[in-house]
């Protein structure tokens, strides 16, 4: 009896979060739309992969080795290269300007230095403003330059020894990457975006539905009526949880149908996985609502928690590279765990055997701020 | 317009932001707590790659190629396996990122044709840690290589010498190539773009909602009045928050400062007026603050995040991606913040940038004021 009232009470409250929320065509239109055109954009843009390096070249040597030299870096699809520079100062000026990332300067005698069996040397300028485009810059660079050395060494014995040429040792590396043998960046990151876009949103939301009510004063027309606190916040929670849902089924279709992302794992992990998430942020939401009281607070609040969240939760940089109090911290970050699930099922398939442990910290998470909200919130106006 | 109203404006903002003080603590504070939290977590030096080696030739030559890997800190060995299943197994479960599988009857292989290799496995659901772990092992393999060749040629008393390639790179900018130097002004520039069109993403929208625009209305104070007065405050507050950043990135974190202060106030003044007005547009635009909100979120956090060249470098997005970040202010700031930190770029160097970004400014004021009207439908 007593459970029939309460299941009839959340009912009602309910249908006005369903009416209030759905009734504004400008808010309807806020809730869907953006995160669709979020996905399309951020996953194009979400990328680490180093395609293209500017590159200037100064051949102050100009012979045969160092034209072929050039010409190695001139033909590589890593490199652009963006000017032959003549004088040394144009180099300085270039990189300064900021026109070009790496600058070349081969010095004349080093074609010298090659003939005569003595390692030559080559003066390179780097802009290491982004320091990650920069190393992966250099490591191109070596690698051109070793393949160089490499094959002068094989011409000169098969000149000198053509009978012992095909023996020169050589260790090579085969290469063989696991889940994504193209090392497709956008593969890695539009899981990420996925698990980012329903943070943002359903924090956000969450927060100002119950804000909202305190700060234009409804929440005193509930305070006369029968629903008990956690009645209330229940019936806060499905409509956005439901929205959630609706809003991560779109946005994992457009990762697999428009980005291609492989699915390899099952629906039904991606979905446990997802929903728990929802749970952990709807939580989260209901959470920054007890602490502040106007929807300006509750906005600069919540993203007090979601840009740490973001930020530590290997979306972007990994999180093996934190220090490890911050890799600590990103345990207890359920955007961390959810986007591990996400990159696991879509990647390597993934399932519950290997994913539980990650959806068992999502929901300590959600249930422990749960409870913490439900004691904290007051329905009284003090 | 009148400055007395415009004055009498401020004064009723700066009451409302001083009769919240918790949410005036927060709005000064965070930014430096995000700093703090970004400065030391973000990072994209990759080091110490978990490495499983299963060697199944088990020879001299075998052990020696190996050794290779255990003495760089590039890579941490913290399996070695002795059954490929083993290995398949470290990979999935994610002990391990990369495994060098050096196979059977290797160094018999390498002495008696010359051409021997060693496979490396990657879990590559982790791209850039992958293609970085890949680039360090090929370096080392490398080495190995040229090592035995160098041995081979000095046994067949060919007089080659080792023909090698030697870069003398010199690094600008950041010489020790540290994600540091790189990442704080960053984070000061996204922090700011978020923080700034936050603080003001609201202030119209509220006053809808609470009813009392009804009584600004009343009163003979014009829009252009209400915006100035609306957005001096949170200026003050915002450059205020950009000092404290500035400061902790140059006195905490180290990160070297080449250029100017002047240049360095001025653009990010710029910049504010540039956010400020973009919060007040959007402000105008929701009406209801949960509408203003979510446009604010849309409009600042993600492109903040993605499309600055914070993290992802503009130069490498698609060309479509590229265009979309030239109308976003954050884009410009960030690389601004970056020049004057670490190249002390001048003013005149960066000339386009700062007149996008005044472009943009213009543009939003423009339509910020147009887009208000100051009466009841």
Redesign the interface.
Known sequence: MKLRQALSRVGHMLRKEFIQTLRDPRTRLVLIVPPIIQMMIFGYAATLEVKHVSLAVLDLDNTQESRELVSRFSGSRYFTLEQYATRPNDLRDGIERGDFLLALEIDSGFAQCLRGGRGASVQVLVDASNSNTALVGLGYLNQISAKFAQDYQADAIQRKAPQLASFVPQVELEVRPWFNEGLDSQWYFIPGVIGNLMLIMITTVTAFAIVREREIGTLEQMMVTPIRRWEFILGKMVPYFLIGCFEAAMLTLIGGLWFEVPFHGHASVLAVGVMIFLLAALSLGVFISTITVTQQQALIGAFFFILPAIMLSGFGTPVSSMPPFFQKLSYVNPLTHVILVLRDVYLKGAGFKVLWPEMAAMAVFALLLLGVSVLRFRKSLE | MSWRRVLAMIRKEAIQIRR?P??LV??IL?PL??LF??G?????????VPLCIYDRDGTQTSQD?LKHFQATEYFRIVRAADSYNEVVQH???GTCTVAIVVPPQFSQT??S????????????????????G??Y???I??S???E??AE??EK?G??????????????????D???M??FVPGVVAL?MA??GA?LT??TIA?EW??GTMEQLISTPVGKLEIQIGKLVPYFIIGMADTALCAGAAVWWFGVPFRGSWTVLFGCSMLFLITVLSLGYFISVL??????A??????AT??PA???SGF???I????V??QW??RILPPRYYVSIL??VF??G?TVR?MEGQLFALAIIAVVLVALSTRAFHKRLE
């Open positions: 919240d918790s949410s927060i709005i965070m707590i995000q939290i970004f030391y977590a973000v990072n994209l030096d990759i080091e110490h190629l990979i999935d479960d390498l002495h044709s010359g051409q021997a290799s060693v496979q490396a496995l990657l879990d590559a659901s982790d791209n850039n840690t992958a293609s970085i890949m680039g092992a090929q370096g393999l490398r190995y290589s040229s035995v060749q081979w040629i067949q060919l007089a080659t010498g080792p023909p090698n390639v030697s870069f003398q790179a010199r690094t600008w900018f950041n010489e190539l540290e994600s130097a790189n922090v978020i923080i936050f993403s609201l509220r909602e609470r929701g009406k209801s603050q949960l509408a909100s979510q446009l604010a979120v849309v956090v993600m995040l993605l499309l993290i992802f470098p130069d490498q997005m698609p479509a991606a979309i970040t970056r020049n670490l190249k770029t160097v």
